[in-house]
């Protein structure tokens, strides 16, 4: 039995026919229930072998130019997808190009430039697609900071790790759903980690002016992701949007999150690095947000991570909802507060 949801208010069965009618049980937070889960549990192993073909899909990948993003990415665009990655600096969009196509001739990806801690460049990225493509697919929300010792703020004055990993992702996709509408088969995917178990929303404080904690902030932002999927997913079944909202986690996977936050020289730089040969590799760590952007049975409003090891790595499976994001009072607050703050109103 994989680790399903144990919400706060425990998990109140209903049904949800999913696009190849499929039937499943999910929780009102759009996790699977336990009864269900047998049915609708990804496979352990799954792996890219697994991917449907991405023939004609077309999928954004917020920072694509290393780590899981780039895995992301690169699989996508094997898998046929016509990939777009949107990173802040082109050489690194470069670089990253050059090494899909160095593995996969053929592939179709290109680079946008996108800062996420500017509400600027996300408006003018969201409007050039808007005006360039048919529709968007997939949207995987993957790029973030983590606690970068110093407390930094944003073009627009907010704390730096809420506004990239959080609101620059709310506005974004925001700026999106008319994109996402137009596809038969469109999902957001965010990536959230184990650090929002950690996490609490401190709406006294939210933009750390008071206090700063470089890792309850990044806590803090990926507990607010984890609210926002899940809200996400309500609205778009509210709406009738048609878009699946899925959250996902790589456990703890080698990739560049730490030596350009807190830094390898820092305590948990350390720490990690003693560690480091037991964690996934940015491919490993890439499956659960693969999963929920391409297998057909994913369910929206879900939640998927490894399930070893506390989470950290491991086979793929239901990642454990902290009860904190079950708190939906919390999600519609937030939800508000993140349209004033971005000035970014949902359709
Ligand atoms: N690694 C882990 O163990 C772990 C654990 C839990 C969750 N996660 C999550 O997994 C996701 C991927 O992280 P990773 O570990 O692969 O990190 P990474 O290797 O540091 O990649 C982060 C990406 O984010 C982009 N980025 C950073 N700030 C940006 C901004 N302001 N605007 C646009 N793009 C920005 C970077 O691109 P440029 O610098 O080129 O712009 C880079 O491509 C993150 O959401 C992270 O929180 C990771």
Known sequence: ????????????????????G???????????????????????????????SQDGRIILVTGGTSGMGYEDALALARAGAEVIIAARNPERGAE?????????????????????????????????????????????NNAAIMAPPERGTSADGFEMQLATNYLGHFALTGLLVPLLRQSQDARVVSLSSIAAGRGAMNFDDLQSE???????????SKLAILHWAFALQRRSEAEGWGIRSIAA????????????????NSEFGQRWAED?????????????????????????????????????????????????????????????????LTGVSYP
Do not use: C
């Open 96 to 140: 990253a190009i050059a090494r899909i196509r160095q593995a996969v001739p053929d592939a179709r990806v290109q680079f946008e430039s996108v800062d996420l801690a500017n509400l600027s460049s996300v408006r003018e990225l969201a409007q050039k697609l808007n005006q360039r493509l048919p529709r968007l697919d997939v949207l995987i």
């Open 210 to 220: 008071q206090a700063y904690q470089p890792y309850a902030a990044y806590a803090q």
């Open 276 to 340: 480091r040969d037991k964690y996934h590799s940015a491919a490993q760590g890439a499956l659960p947000t693969l999963y929920a952007a391409t297998a057909r049975e994913a369910v929206g409003g879900a939640y998927y991570g490894p399930v070893g090891d506390e989470e950290k790595r491991g086979p793929l499976g239901f990642a454990k909802v902290p009860a904190a994001a079950t708190r939906t009072a919390d999600a519609d607050r937030l939800w508000t507060l993140s349209e004033r």
């Open 22 to 52: 499929l039937t499943v049980g999910v929780t009102l937070l759009g996790a699977v229930s336990i009864e269900a889960a047998d049915t609708a549990a990804p496979k352990p192993q799954w792996s890219t072998r697994d991917m449907p």
């Open 249 to 264: 986690h790589p456990g703890v996977a080698v990739t560049e999150l730490i030596a350009r936050g807190p830094g390898l």
């Open 1 to 20: 039995m994989w680790n399903t949801t144990t919400s706060a208010t425990g998990p109140v069965g209903r049904l949800v026919k999913l696009a190849r």
